[in-house]
C-alpha cells in the first residue's frame, strides 16, 4: 500500500553512513525514513558480500538431507531464503488447511504472500521473488494506538516471500527474461511557465506559473501490464496521484470531501480477499496467468466494483497501447478532465504518441520514454513538489523507476511431479551452513581440466598414458582420462584393490556401496547368477525400446528399467515373447507415450510379470490407430499376465476411448490375469481397467481414482462435442410437453406462452426460469410468426444450442449466465467405469479389496454375445465381489449408465461387505441410481450381504431373466441403506430371500 510520506530521500549513490540530529534543526519523516533505509541497505549489502543468494540449512525453505552414500536429497518446507542479501520467510496462510499433518512440507498453493496463484502445469520450474511492500492500519490494525483514541500511527514495510513457478525454458534469473525492475525512463517537469523580464536584472526573466503549485510528494505508478510473447509490454496501465497514492479507505468509511468527479479511484483488494492485488505486483512468468489488480474508474461510480474491499484516490491515469513501435492512446483523465490526443498542444489532458508519451497534466507534464523497455506492475517514480521550488528545473530528468526491486532465486525443477533442487554453479546455494559449522562435505571443489592439449603442450593424460605398460590396457584402448590412467598406473593390478567405477551403464546391484572393487563386483555377480539377476538392464537413454528387440521369438527374459524416464512417442510393440518379467524402480521408474494412448503393448506373449513401474499415456483418441479402449499398459492374447505395485494413468477426453489397463484375450483361446495393489489414475471419461475373455480374474487391493481435469479440458472445450453437449442441453431444456397441458406428466414444468406472438406454448423441464426463457425466445423471433408449437419447440432447442457455446449470447440474460456458471460447478472429473470385466468368458472373477474414487460406475461384470442369432446367453462362472469401497460421482450431465456394482449372466455370485456412496450435486439430487444392479440370466446362487449403500434410489434392482423357482438359492441379507427406497426392487419377488435390510 501507499503511504503518507513529505518524501523519499535515500541516495546510495552518495555514500551516507548514518543521519544525525543538530540542535535546533527540524526532525522530518524523511530523515527518520531515511535512517531506516540506509541500515537496511547496509544490511542487505553485508549479507550480499557473505551469503549472496540461498536457504540456510536450519530454517531454509529447501530441506536438504546429506545421504550416506555422498549425495544429497531435497524437499522444499516453511522456511527462509537469503536472496542478494535480502532475507524473506516463506509462510502459510494461517487461514488455510493444509494436507501435511506436520505442517512442514510446502504447500505451492497455500502460500500467505500470495494468495490466488496460479497452479502450475506440466513440468516447470520454482523460484524465489523477494520483494518489499508498504503496510498500513488498513491491513494490520495493531498500526492503530488505543491508548491515542485509534490513532493512526506509523506504517511498515513487509518482505514478501513468494514462490512462483515458470516454463522450463524460461531462466527466472535471466534479467533479460524477468528483469528485477522496470527500465522506462519518465521526466517529469512543471507545465504552462511563462517568464517575465527581472526588472532589477536584465540578464534574467521572472518565471511566473499560472496555479499555485503546492506542496506535496507525487508519484507515478504503473498499474498493470500485458506483455507479447517475447516479453515485451503491449499494454500498459498508468497512475499518478499529487498524494503519494495515500488517501485510502474501506469503502464504505470514506472521509466528507473525498469522493468528487475530478479524482479518480482505485478499488483493490482487503482483508476478506487476503490482499490480493497488493501481493500481485511484479512479473508473473506462467503463460496466459492474469494478476489480480485493482479496479480504477474516473469519479466515484454509483456502484463500486465487487470483490474489492478498500479504496484509494489517484489523480488521473492513462492506459496506452502499444501499436507497431508507437504507443497509443486508449483512455485516461487527469484531475476530472479526460485525456485525449484531440487537444492543443499545450492544453491540459493533451497526450501526444509514439515511442514515447508525453501528457500534460493539470500543472505537471509527463514523459515517459517506452520503446523497447521493460516494466513491472509496481514500478513507481517518487518526487516531491515545493511551492519554494526552481521551476526551471525538472523535477525528474528520464530516470528509471525508483523501486519495487524483485529479487530471484532458482529453487529447482519440477519434472513429472518430482521435485528436483537447483544445480547450477554455485557451490552450497541450498542448505548452507553457518559460519561456526562449516565442515569439509561443505566445501566444494573444482578440479583441474588436465585431459586436453593447450598450445601444442602434451596434457597430463598423454604423459599418463605414455607410461601405462601395454599389458595393463584392453587391446588398442587408451585411458580415458586422468583419473582412469592414474588408477591404472598406480593401483595394485588385482581384483581385491583394482577399483570398480560406478558409471552409467553398471548392472545395479553393482551400484551398492558395498561393491568397491572388481573382486567385490565378481562375488555380488557370482551370487546373482545363481539367484536369477535380470537378464536385460534398461537405462532412460534414447532408444531404450530397443531392448525388446534382444529376446528372440518366444523367448524368455527378466527386464530390470532403472529409476528414470522412458519416453516414447510410439506405442512399444512386444509381440511373440516366451515369459517375461518386467521390474522398475517403483513410480521413479516412468514410461510415458507422448502422443499415444498405450505406452506398450505386449502381443502374443505366453506370460507376462510387472511389477513396480509407472506407465502414463498422454493422449486419447478414437480413430486411426487410437480406435480402440487401449490401456496405457495393453495385454493382447497373451496367456497370464500379472501386475503389482504399478501406477498407471491415462489421459481425460469428452468421450470413452481409453483405459488405464487393457487386457483382451480370444474367447477361444482365454488367459488369466492377476492385478494387485496397483494404482490407476483414470482421465476424466475413461476406464479404471477392461479385462475380457480371462478364465481367471484376480483384482485386489488396487486403488482407483479419478485424476482432476486439466486445464486445458475447459467447460467450453467440452462443449464442443456434440454428445456432451447434447448431455449438456438436457439440462437446459428436457422432457418437452406441445399438446396436453393439463396433463399430468405437464404438471411443474415451467410454461413458455408466447401470448403476443402467434399465441404458442410449450412447457418443459428447465434449470432456467419460465421468464428468462421467454424473454430470449422473444428477442430471438423477434416480429415474425411461429407456425406451431412443434416449431417453438424447434426454436427452442437451437436457442438452447446457441446458450451454451455463445458467450455473448448468455450475457444477455443474467439467469442464463448464473446457469452456465452451476453447470460449470457441477461438472467435475469422473471415470465411466472402474473395473470391467467382459467379453464372452469370464469363468472365475474375484474383485476383492478395492478402492474406487470418482466413478460414474464402479464394478461392472458382464459377458455377453453380441452376434446376430445367438441363442443361449453366455455367463460368468463363479464371481466374487468382496471387501470394495466405491465412491460414485453423479453430475447431473452424464451418460445413462451408472451405479455401484452392476452383474449380468452368471452361475455363482457373492456380493460381500462393500461400501457404495453416491456423491450427488444439486441437479442431480433426483437422478435415479441403483447400488447395485443384477441382471440377465442367473444361476443357481446369488448371495448380496452385509453391504453398505447410501443416497442411491434403489438399493438393489434384481432381475432374473429365466427364473424357475426350483433350485435357485438367491439371498439378498443384512445390507444397510440409508436414504434409499425402495431398498430392494425384484421381478421375482417370491424367489427372492429379502432378509433384514434396513434403509
Known amino acids: 500500500m501507499k503511504t503518507e510520506r513529505s518524501r523519499e530521500s535515500f541516495d546510495a549513490r552518495k555514500r551516507y553512513s548514518g543521519v544525525y540530529q543538530q540542535m535546533g534543526r527540524m526532525f522530518t519523516d524523511a530523515d527518520w525514513n531515511e535512517l531506516g533505509d540506509l541500515q537496511k541497505h547496509r544490511l542487505a549489502q553485508a549479507l550480499s558480500e557473505a551469503i549472496g543468494s540461498g536457504t540456510p540449512r536450519a530454517r531454509g525453505c529447501v530441506e536438504v538431507t546429506d545421504n550416506a552414500d555422498g549425495s544429497r536429497s531435497f524437499r522444499l518446507v516453511w522456511g527462509e531464503a537469503c536472496v542478494d542479501g535480502v532475507i524473506g520467510e516463506v509462510r502459510p496462510d494461517p487461514t488455510a488447511t493444509l494436507a501435511d499433518p506436520n505442517g512442514e512440507l510446502l504447500e505451492?498453493?497455500?502460500?500467505?504472500?500470495?494468495?490466488?496463484?496460479?497452479?502450475?502445469t506440466g513440468d516447470h520450474l520454482l523460484y524465489l521473488d523477494l520483494w518489499e511492500r508498504s503496510v498500513t492500519s488498513l491491513e494490520d490494525a495493531d498500526l492503530r494506538d488505543p491508548g491515542l483514541q485509534g490513532a493512526d500511527t506509523c506504517s511498515r514495510s513487509q518482505t514478501m516471500a513468494q514462490v512462483k513457478w515458470s516454463p522450463l525454458a524460461v531462466d527466472p534469473e535471466d534479467p533479460l527474461q524477468?528483469?528485477?525492475?522496470?527500465?522506462?525512463?519518465?521526466?517529469?517537469?512543471?507545465?504552462?511557465?511563462?517568464?517575465?523580464?527581472?526588472?532589477?536584472?536584465?540578464?534574467?526573466?521572472?518565471?511566473?506559473?499560472?496555479?499555485?503549485?503546492?506542496?506535496?510528494?507525487?508519484?507515478?505508478?504503473?498499474?498493470?501490464?500485458?506483455?507479447d510473447p517475447a516479453g515485451l509490454p503491449t499494454h500498459l496501465f498508468l497512475k499518478w496521484s499529487r498524494e503519494n497514492g495515500a488517501e485510502q479507505y474501506p469503502i464504505g468509511e470514506e472521509p466528507p470531501g473525498f469522493a468528487g468527479d475530478d479524482w479518480s479511484f482505485e478499488f483493490f483488494s482487503g482483508a476478506t480477499e487476503a490482499f490480493a492485488s497488493e501481493k500481485h505486483l511484479g512479473r508473473h512468468l506462467p503463460p496466459g496467468f492474469v494478476p489480480t489488480a485493482g479496479v480504477v474508474s474516473k469519479g466515484y461510480p454509483e456502484t463500486v466494483p465487487a470483490g474489492q474491499s478498500l479504496v484509494r484516490r489517484w489523480d488521473g491515469f492513462a492506459m496506452l497501447l502499444k501499436s507497431g513501435a508507437d504507443w497509443t492512446l486508449v483512455d485516461g483523465s487527469d484531475r476530472g478532465v479526460d485525456l485525449s490526443t484531440a487537444l492543443a498542444a499545450d492544453a491540459h489532458a493533451h497526450v501526444g504518441e509514439g515511442a514515447s508519451i508525453t501528457i500534460n497534466l493539470d500543472l505537471l507534464t509527463l514523459q515517459m520514454v517506452l520503446q523497447d523497455h521493460p516494466l513491472l506492475a509496481g514500478d513507481y517514480w517518487v518526487r516531491e513538489v515545493r511551492q519554494a521550488a526552481d521551476t526551471t528545473l525538472p523535477l525528474i530528468d528520464a530516470e528509471p523507476p525508483r523501486g519495487i526491486r524483485h529479487h530471484y532465486m532458482t529453487l529447482g525443477s519440477v519434472i513429472g511431479g518430482v521435485f528436483n533442487a537447483y544445480d547450477?554453479?554455485?557451490?552450497?546455494?541450498?542448505?548452507?551452513?553457518?559460519?561456526?559449522?562449516?565442515?569439509?562435505?561443505?566445501?566444494?571443489?573444482?578440479?583441474?581440466?588436465?585431459?586436453?592439449?593447450?598450445?601444442?603442450?602434451?596434457s597430463v593424460l598423454s604423459l599418463l598414458n605414455e607410461k601405462i605398460p601395454d599389458a595393463l590396457l584392453p587391446p588398442g584402448a587408451s585411458g580415458s582420462d586422468v583419473r582412469t590412467a592414474l588408477n591404472r598406473l598406480l593401483c595394485d593390478q588385482d581384483a581385491a584393490t583394482l577399483p570398480i567405477a560406478k558409471q552409467n551403464g553398471l548392472c545395479p546391484t553393482l551400484m551398492d556401496p558395498a561393491v568397491r572393487t572388481v573382486q567385490d563386483a565378481l562375488a555380488v555377480l557370482c551370487l546373482n547368477m545363481v539367484e536369477k539377476c535380470p537378464t536385460l538392464t534398461v537405462f532412460p537413454d534414447p532408444g531404450w525400446e530397443r531392448v525388446f528387440d534382444r529376446i528372440p521369438a518366444g523367448g524368455d527374459a527378466h527386464i530390470c528399467f532403472t529409476d528414470g524416464e522412458y519416453v516414447t512417442a510410439e506405442t512399444v510393440d512386444v509381440s511373440n515373447k516366451g515369459d517375461l518379467k518386467i521390474t522398475g524402480a517403483g513410480p521413479g521408474t516412468r514410461i510415458v507415450a507422448s502422443s499415444r494412448e498405450a505406452a506398450i503393448r505386449f502381443s502374443g506373449c505366453r506370460s507376462v510379470s510387472v511389477r513396480d513401474i509407472h506407465a502414463e499415456a498422454r493422449r486419447v483418441g478414437s480413430s486411426g490407430n487410437l480406435k480402440a479402449l487401449n490401456g496405457a499398459l495393453t495385454f493382447d492374447a497373451c496367456g497370464s499376465v500379472e501386475l503389482s505395485d504399478c501406477t498407471l494413468r491415462c489421459a481425460a477426453s469428452t468421450r470413452t476411448a481409453a483405459t488405464c489397463l487393457t487386457i483382451t484375450n480370444a474367447p477361444t483361446k482365454p488367459g488369466q490375469a492377476r492385478i494387485s495393489g496397483c494404482r490407476l489414475q483414470v482421465g476424466h471419461r475413461q476406464i479404471g481397467m477392461l479385462l475380457m475373455n480371462l478364465e481367471r480374474t484376480t483384482v485386489r487391493d488396487n486403488h482407483v481414482k479419478t485424476l482432476p481435469k486439466p486445464k486445458s479440458l475447459t467447460l467450453e472445450r467440452m462443449l464442443n462435442d456434440r454428445q456432451f453437449a447434447g448431455m449438456a442441453r438436457k439440462q437446459l431444456i428436457n422432457q418437452v410437453e406441445v399438446r396436453n397441458f393439463e396433463s399430468p406428466r405437464a404438471a411443474g414444468k415451467k410454461?413458455?406462452?408466447?401470448?403476443?406472438?402467434?399465441?404458442?406454448?410449450?412447457?418443459?423441464?428447465?434449470?432456467?426460469?419460465?421468464?428468462?426463457?421467454?424473454?430470449?425466445?422473444?428477442?430471438?423471433?423477434?416480429?415474425?410468426?411461429?407456425?406451431?408449437?412443434?416449431?417453438?419447440?424447434?426454436?427452442?432447442?437451437?436457442?438452447?444450442d446457441r446458450l451454451l457455446t455463445d458467450a455473448n449470447l448468455r450475457a444477455r440474460y443474467s439467469p442464463f449466465v448464473n446457469w452456465f456458471a452451476d453447470l460449470r460447478t457441477q461438472n467435475p472429473a469422473v471415470s465411466f467405469k472402474g473395473i470391467v470385466c467382459a467379453g464372452v468368458v469370464a469363468k472365475d472373477v474375484r474383485i476383492v479389496n478395492n478402492t474406487l474414487d470418482g466413478v460414474q460406475e464402479g464394478i461392472h461384470i458382464g459377458v455377453s454375445d453380441r452376434s446376430a442369432g445367438a441363442s443361449q446367453p453366455h455367463k460368468a462362472g463363479r464371481v466374487i465381489i468382496e471387501g470394495n469401497t466405491i465412491n460414485v460421482q453423479l453430475p447431473p450431465v452424464m451418460v445413462h449408465r451408472r451405479g455401484g456394482i452392476y452383474v449380468g449372466n452368471c452361475n455363482f455370485a457373492t456380493i460381500r461387505d462393500n461400501q457404495i456412496q453416491v456423491q450427488r450435486y444439486p441437479w442431480s439430487k433426483s437422478k435415479p441410481i441403483e447400488g447395485m444392479r443384477i441382471y440377465g440370466s442367473l444361476g443357481l446362487m446369488m448371495v448380496v450381504k452385509q453391504n453398505y449403500m447410501t443416497n442411491c434410489s434403489v438399493g438393489v434392482r434384481f432381475v432374473a431373466l429365466d427364473a424357475s423357482g426350483d433350485r435357485q438359492q438367491w439371498l439378498i441379507a443384512d445390507n444397510m441403506m440409508p436414504g434409499t427406497r425402495p431398498l430392494i426392487a425384484t421381478n421375482v419377488p417370491a424367489l427372492v430371500i429379502d432378509r433384514n435390510n434396513r434403509g
Request: net charge negative; proline share 10%; glycine share 6%.
Open 108 to 120: 505451492y498453493q497455500h502460500q500467505a504472500d500470495f494468495p490466488d496463484a496460479p497452479a502450475p
Open 178 to 227: 524477468n528483469p528485477p525492475i522496470g527500465s522506462a525512463l519518465l521526466s517529469l517537469d512543471f507545465r504552462a511557465a511563462g517568464s517575465d523580464p527581472d526588472p532589477c536584472d536584465p540578464c534574467a526573466d521572472l518565471i511566473s506559473l499560472p496555479d499555485q503549485i503546492g506542496n506535496y510528494l507525487f508519484r507515478v505508478e504503473v498499474h498493470a501490464v500485458a506483455y
Open 424 to 458: 547450477g554453479d554455485q557451490c552450497r546455494r541450498l542448505g548452507f551452513p553457518p559460519l561456526t559449522d562449516i565442515r569439509a562435505r561443505d566445501v566444494c571443489y573444482a578440479p583441474p581440466r588436465c585431459d586436453a592439449e593447450e598450445a601444442g603442450r602434451p
Open 751 to 800: 410454461n413458455i406462452h408466447m401470448e403476443n406472438n402467434s399465441n404458442r406454448r410449450i412447457m418443459i423441464n428447465s434449470q432456467v426460469p419460465a421468464n428468462a426463457w421467454k424473454e430470449a425466445l422473444v428477442d430471438e423471433v423477434g416480429s415474425g410468426s411461429i407456425a406451431s408449437n412443434q416449431a417453438l419447440l424447434g426454436i427452442s432447442r437451437r436457442l438452447a
